[in-house]
């Protein structure tokens, strides 16, 4: 049952979308489109990202036709209730799997540059809890926390960097599109993963208040975070250059080490940005967190979401221990873009052709 505090407006949408989406890939990502396509690194996350907006219009659609169910309920009336469940169990363990490792790396920069003296399980199990808190109370509190952090997070991080801007060597985008057909497509599918928490969208449409505007809350999201991705990645590539960006962790955290603001009174960049960048973590972990949570709830018919939080606290906080180092998460991260292909492409396409196939069936039988 949905209550009617448990709503939020297309606008919130696009906040919460882009939130969720910016988690904690952004501190490597310039390393990760540098690596794929050298100075191209611009040209593909606007193509990359583009991608993935064609692809969340997609599932967007497809869950609108079903406005009161979510993806547990409509996947069973398209492609039949085991293969449903299946696909359910699947999507729960994706965004268990992506709230641990948002969660891993979180605590893995967290030791490295605020609290050296902390275990990192102490610091995963706070982060942990403190989501489970407002994931207990439903999408519209997430979204209200979105609305509230996401000037905190995006103003600052813009206005830091600019300082920077002097030191930008545009020789280092160039040369321009002298890249293979293979490694540009490559470049771009790495990229659209970096777009990884539209998703959500397969479980949240019947809390979202239509007023039409859906299209234009999910397009606005995406060239948000497009035009924010660019812009980090520009200042990275522009001081650094392709090649030194691409062997680095967290180019952006290095970049703002070498920032001298001019008058500001807070002496280490570093951790405001720290700070800031834990607001975007905390908002896609619990976005996910809600995400997996309603799921499961839907998938064994429970009353109410509330009841399976906790009980999930402990399998994220053990998922997200099973890499042995940072190195191992990212290499794990790499194996769920395997998953991150079937959700955000291929899955959509397999309902879609489900979906008329359906509408056929109906109009045949209609006939007869």
Request: glycine share 4%; net charge positive; hydrophobic share 55%.
């Amino acid at each position: 049952m949905i209550k009617n505090n448990d709503k939020i407006s297309e606008n919130q949408l696009s906040i919460l979308l882009f939130t969720t989406m910016l988690g904690a890939g952004i501190l490597s990502l310039p390393s990760d489109v540098t690596k794929a396509a050298g100075p191209n690194g611009l040209i593909v996350i606007l193509l990359g990202g583009i991608l993935a907006l064609i692809f969340a219009r997609f599932i967007g659609r497809i869950a609108s036709i079903f406005p009161t169910e979510t993806f547990v309920e409509y996947s069973a009336k398209l492609m039949t209730k085991p293969v449903s469940v299946i696909l359910s169990i699947f999507l729960v363990a994706y965004f268990l799997i992506f709230c641990s490792l948002n969660l891993r790396i979180f605590g893995e920069v967290a030791k490295s540059y605020l609290l050296n003296s902390t275990p990192i399980e102490v610091i995963m199990i706070t982060l942990l809890f403190t989501s489970g808190y407002i994931v207990r109370y439903g999408i519209e509190p997430i979204a209200r926390l979105s609305e509230i952090l996401f000037p905190i997070m995006v103003i600052p991080t813009m206005i830091i960097l600019l300082p920077a801007i002097t030191d930008i060597d545009l020789s280092n985008f160039l040369p321009i599109l002298r890249i293979s057909p293979l490694m540009l497509l490559k470049g771009i599918l790495l990229t659209a993963y970096s777009f990884v928490g539209f998703e959500i969208l397969y479980v949240i449409f019947p809390y979202i208040q239509l007023e039409n505007k859906l299209k234009k809350s999910i397009n606005i999201s995406f060239f948000s975070i497009i035009f924010f991705y660019i812009y980090v990645t520009f200042y990275t590539m522009g001081i650094f250059g392709y090649k030194e960006t691409s062997v680095q962790l967290w180019p952006l955290l290095t970049v703002i080490k070498s920032i001298n603001f001019p008058g500001f009174f807070i002496e280490n960049l570093e951790s405001l940005i720290m700070g800031i960048w834990t607001f975007a973590v905390f908002t896609s972990i619990s976005a996910f967190h809600y995400a997996a949570t309603l799921s499961l709830s839907k998938l064994i018919k429970a009353r109410e979401h509330t009841y399976l939080v906790i009980p999930l606290i402990p399998i994220i906080y053990f998922m997200a221990l099973i890499p042995d180092s940072i190195v191992e998460v990212y290499k794990y991260a790499s194996y769920a873009s395997i998953l991150t292909l079937f959700f955000i492409v291929i899955l959509p396409i397999l309902m879609f052709l489900a979906m008329k196939l359906r509408d056929k069936g109906m109009k045949n039988s209609e006939k007869n």
